[in-house]
């Protein structure tokens, strides 16, 4: 029996280990250690004040962090039962897709692409891609200046706040930044295209996929949660009931199942339960691409958020016009401070996050529990990678390391979210 | 030769290194100036036995932790924080507040045992001297670019002592505490050009304490504004719970 370990997988989110052990070329077992160490989020805002919690949950994770600020705001907001404007709401789906922005180009082109054109990293790109590298880059700056636009920086969003924003862009910058997305399109379009071109393994996933969705949009800010194989659609208010977490010893961060199964979040899990919900022309490059109409091929998570750049290009555009011509207000609505207890859930760049909490009568939180996407989508990550490895054993040793890493990173993992 | 550089990261989230790769614009300019050699977030490979500079990011929250800075520290010439887990220990410090025994059982229960080998959160400089640092949650990319600068060419590290109320006042913002709200620019560490009081929202500490801040007089102008002065150090704590732990 021979153990192969990948240490510290690189281009991923955070550390984790992968674990093969093989019996001469016979897969015995395939584990994904998460390393991450533990940072105990959920003790910690136990008796912090209520305005105080998202900039703490916020700190989950540097690369989500728009999400788990909107997030952790609307939990809080359901306890205290404080409604916001429809203009807050717009300007945090424009936060959110901020996120989505930076982050799927993040992934795609540094972590994911150099797998697929035989590179280390994405720098060497700059010399030899220089198209490429310069598309990769101008996605991703257009991803953090819309957050800072919104919420004054790229990271850990400031503006955002209980009831709606303490400070609006100026019009005249939404006005330019609105070009700037619409000219965006053709760059998204050209990643789904070249995404689409790269060869993946044929591979199905066995567990389900769980995905917000909502009757009139394509959910990401609100909405219930769905099951595409359970077919079932439940308030998210109830996710304690469909989702269970389970402690392993090989790993800090919790996995998750539901009715009894793994299950992925994501982008394809989104693609898969709301692609009549896709803005046009994201619509009609999907349908122009190898994805199936049911996908379960974890590899084209890939594909779909690449998909997913165009539609929020669309949308953001889309919600730049109803923000210049609309009006109202996202100046933060009073409320008084009462005890309740609340749950707020909104897609993050790699699937469904949920935030809940419990509030005292002085407006200090008295508990509260949140799951990650990564933290719901280990699970399946394993079974994926216990059913792929070994399809691909008798590959000489780098070419099976790299296999186990392009399913890894096509999850988009984030290690620091997963152990909170 | 270009000076050999690694960048490591502890408990954290991530958010430090990936302002470092939102410095879109200059990113190949400062890639050009180093020899980059371990970067786990963006490349495959593994830590070199020799470099030259250590970029550090993360809370120290297990005895791993302790023992790769402690390797740092005899290899790299230079070892060099970037934000406020990796300074002051950060938000992650505020685990510090639970009993650990309380938090392990709120996370994981009763199941299999996990986070093994864990430690009180702190700063990197509760373990190993650091020669310079990039306060802040997150780190603003200039401020990163700058001190990297100062650091390749060998300059005095010259992090900010002063509050930043004084900062606050040239961008023209109106005083928080004038309008009766917790503020903690008066004890922060400047350097950040007032971003959160200029976007309407009440500094909250991020940078750590100023070496120059006057505690007594921070108290006394919080009861002179009719604001409870045992609400500076409970918010101060936000991100700089380890200060109790370090002293």
């Avoid at chain 2, 503020?183 to 007032?194: D, E, F, S, Y």
Wanted: contains cysteine; hydrophobic residues 40%.
């Amino acid at each position: 029996m021979s153990l192969i370990t990948v240490e510290h997988v690189a281009r991923i989110e955070g550390h984790g280990t992968i674990s093969v052990e093989l019996d001469g070329s016979i897969v015995k077992d395939v584990r994904m250690d998460i390393v991450e160490p533990a940072r105990f989020f959920e003790p910690m805002i136990v008796g912090r004040r209520f305005d105080e919690i998202s900039l703490i949950t916020s700190r989950i994770c540097g690369i989500c962090s728009p999400t788990h600020t909107v997030t952790s705001l609307k939990a809080i907001e359901d306890a205290m039962n404080i409604p916001v404007s429809e203009r807050t709401e717009l300007f945090r789906k424009l936060l959110v897709y901020g996120s989505f922005l930076q982050n799927h180009a993040t992934h795609l082109y540094i972590f994911s692409a150099p797998d697929y054109v035989g590179l280390p990293s994405v720098f060497p790109l700059a010399e030899t891609h220089p198209d490429v590298f310069q598309r990769a880059l101008k996605i991703k700056k257009a991803g953090n200046e819309l957050c800072t636009l919104v919420g004054g920086r790229p990271v850990h969003p400031v503006t955002a706040v209980m009831g709606g924003f303490s400070q609006e862009p100026d019009p005249r910058e939404l006005e330019v930044f609105r070009d700037r997305l619409a000219d965006l399109v053709d760059d998204a379009v050209a990643t789904a295209q070249m995404f689409d071109s790269f060869e993946v393994p044929e591979f199905s996933s066995s567990g389900d996929m769980l995905a917000l969705v909502e009757d009139d949009g394509y959910a990401v800010y609100d909405g219930d949660t769905a099951a595409l194989e359970a077919g079932w659609r439940r308030p998210v208010a109830e996710y304690r009931a469909f989702i269970t977490e389970e402690v392993f010893a090989h790993s800090n961060a919790k996995h998750s199942t539901s009715g009894g199964r793994s299950f992925m979040t994501g982008a394809i899990a989104r693609v898969n339960l709301s692609r009549d919900m896709l803005m046009p022309r994201a619509a009609e490059v999907l349908a122009s691409l190898n994805v199936r109409v049911v996908e379960k091929n974890t590899f084209l998570n890939n594909v779909c958020q690449a998909v997913e750049l165009i539609d929020a290009c669309e949308r953001c555009t889309m919600y730049c016009d109803r923000l210049l011509d609309e009006g109202g207000t996202s100046v933060p609505v009073e409320f008084e401070i009462k005890a309740g207890s609340g749950v707020g859930a909104t897609e993050a760049p790699r699937g469904t996050v949920y935030h809940s909490y419990s509030i005292g009568d002085d407006g200090f939180v008295t508990g509260g529990d949140i799951i990650t996407p990564t933290a719901q989508n280990l699970g399946n990550l394993e079974a994926d990678m216990r059913a792929f490895a070994p399809t691909i054993a008798d590959l000489p040793y780098e070419e099976f390391i790299l296999g186990m890493e392009k399913l890894v990173r096509a999850y988009d993992l984030c290690l620091s979210c997963s152990v909170h | 030769m270009a000076p050999r550089v690694v960048i490591v990261g502890l408990a954290s989230d991530f958010g430090c290194q990936v302002q470092m790769t939102n410095i879109e614009d200059d990113l190949l300019d400062v890639l050009g100036l180093i020899d980059l050699q371990y970067w786990q977030l963006a490349s495959s490979g593994h830590m070199p036995e020799e470099y030259d500079i250590a970029i550090v990011e993360g809370a120290v929250t297990t005895q791993e932790h302790v023992e790769l800075l402690k390797r740092l520290r005899k290899t790299a010439a230079v070892v060099m924080t970037i934000g406020s887990c990796a300074d002051t220990g950060g938000i992650l410090a505020l685990a510090n507040c639970v009993d650990p025994d309380v938090a392990y059982a709120a996370v994981y229960g009763k199941g299999p045992e996990v986070a093994r080998g864990r430690r009180a959160p702190g700063p990197v400089d509760a373990v190993i001297h650091v020669d310079y640092r990039v306060p802040g949650c997150p780190i603003d990319t200039d401020e990163f670019i700058n001190v990297l600068s100062r650091a390749l060419q060998g300059l005095a590290d010259r992090t900010p002592v002063d509050p930043l109320c004084a900062i606050c006042k040239t961008k023209e913002n109106v005083c928080f505490l004038d309008r009766g709200e917790v503020c903690l620019g008066l004890v922060t560490r400047t350097g950040c050009g007032a971003k959160c009081p200029t976007l309407n929202r009440p500094c909250t500490g991020c940078r750590g304490l100023a070496p120059d801040a006057n505690l007594e007089a921070a108290r006394a102008a919080f009861v002179s504004k009719g604001l409870d002065p045992t609400e500076l150090e409970r918010r101060f704590d936000l991100y700089n719970a380890a200060r109790e732990v370090t002293r």
